[in-house]
Structure formats: C-alpha cells, structure tokens
C-alpha cells in the first residue's frame, strides 16, 4: 500500500540531546514537509522540500535540520538548540506545491517528549 | 494577518444527532479549503478540498460548505457515528508562495 511512514511512533530524549525522525513515503511525490503540532495551536510548518537536494525553511525552523538526499527520504532532526522540542511531529507529501489543489498526505506522527 | 478560526472549540453530541462546525478566516488571496479529520494520536486525513467557485462538496456523511464572500466555510456531520470522534481542521491555502494557513481544530466526541 502507498502511504507515509514516520518512525518512531514514540520517543523520550533527555535534554542535550539531538534526535532524527524519520519519514519515508512511496507515493511518489515530489514535496515534502514536516510540521509541528502542539496543544490548542494549529499545525506550524518546520521545512519543506519540493525536490531532491532542495530544502527550504518554514515558520519556526530555528533548532531543527533536515536532509532529502532521496525522494523517498526526508528526515527531521530535533537539534539540542530547540528551546522547546516536547510535541507532535507530522510529515507529509503532496505531488505538488500545496496551494494547487493537490492532495496532502500526512503520516500518523512522531511524539517527541523531552526529560 | 492570515488567520483560520474554528468554533466551537469542542462538541459533545450523541450518535445519531447532526452537527455542524465553523470556518472562519482572513486569509488572502484564497487558493482553496481543506477540512482534515484527524482521530487521537494519529495524522490528519483529508475529507474535502474546495476551491473558490465551489459552494458545496459532499464525501458520504460529511457535507462542507463555502463561502468566497463572506470568508465562511462548515462542515455538516450527518448521523453522526461514535467512530466520527475527533478533531476535525479547517486549512486555507493562500494563492501566493506556499503556504497553507491551519486552524486549531473542533474536538468532537460522539457518545452512544
């Protein structure tokens, strides 16, 4: 089945410590991104990445990092410069850019909690 | 400033019962409308995508509706089911650059 897998579902980090998400799709599409998701807040977009190799900041990039050396593949680093990393961490893709009316497909999230 | 506002912020209806939720937002120039359904836990699912001349798109019980002029959309639940407890997003997708514009959502829970 196509889809987007996001691994792990679950993960604790103690404070310091930089931690990779992952995020693979084979739906075949070009973009992808990663966006935040916190209590009583909407969804806040971290990177996105229209196309291999190519990666562009979102709202609130500051302390995380990410990679698209694959189209497949499009990783989320949670670096220790993150004031503030306990949240729910969706990924998604889409053919295109979003504002055609293109299908965004989101995987089932990554909860990062920080000790 | 581009904004999407949701309300109610949460719901509580029984099975069966009709609601309806609200969309409100400023955002411009308007692209489309999304309304995602996303259960505890889990990603968001798309259940309808309108653009600016669409008035009314349906997808088996959910009904959504949108209005260009006054900036309005909803989205009628019918016959409500317990597995329909969730929170259900409104997003705006603005017409420049790529940006799309989340709401907070609207917890519903259905109770038997």
């Known amino acids: 089945d196509g889809g987007i897998t996001q691994s792990p579902k679950y993960l604790f980090r103690k404070e310091g410590q930089n931690v990779t998400l992952s995020c693979e799709q084979n739906l075949n599409h070009d973009a992808m991104y990663w966006y935040r998701q916190d209590p009583g807040q909407g969804l806040r977009l971290i990177y996105y990445s229209q196309i291999v190799n190519d990666f562009q900041k979102g709202d609130i990039a500051e302390g995380y990092s990410v990679s698209r050396e694959k189209k497949e593949s499009f990783p989320l680093t949670v670096t220790s410069a993150q004031k503030n990393p306990t949240a729910f961490y969706l990924c998604?893709?889409?053919?295109?850019?979003?504002?055609?009316?293109?299908?965004?497909?989101f995987g089932e999230g990554s909860r990062l909690t920080v000790l | 400033k581009n904004q999407v506002e949701q309300s109610p912020q949460s719901l509580i209806i029984l099975e069966g019962k009709n609601c309806t939720l609200q969309?409100?937002?400023?955002?411009?120039?308007?692209?489309?409308l999304r309304w995602y359904k996303q259960d505890t836990g889990r990603g968001p699912v798309s259940l309808t995508i309108m653009t600016f001349s669409e008035n009314t798109k349906s997808n088996r019980r959910y009904t959504a509706t949108l209005d260009a002029d006054t900036k309005q959309s909803s989205l009628h639940i019918t016959a409500s089911q317990l597995s329909d407890s969730a929170s259900y997003i409104c997003?705006?997708?603005?017409?420049?650059?790529?940006?799309?514009?989340f709401g907070t959502g609207t917890r519903l829970q259905v109770f038997p």
């Open positions: 997003v705006v997708s603005q017409l420049s650059g790529h940006k799309l514009i």
């Open positions: 998604a893709s889409s053919i295109g850019q979003p504002p055609n009316t293109g299908e965004l497909f």
């Open positions: 969309c409100n937002y400023t955002v411009s120039p308007f692209s489309n």
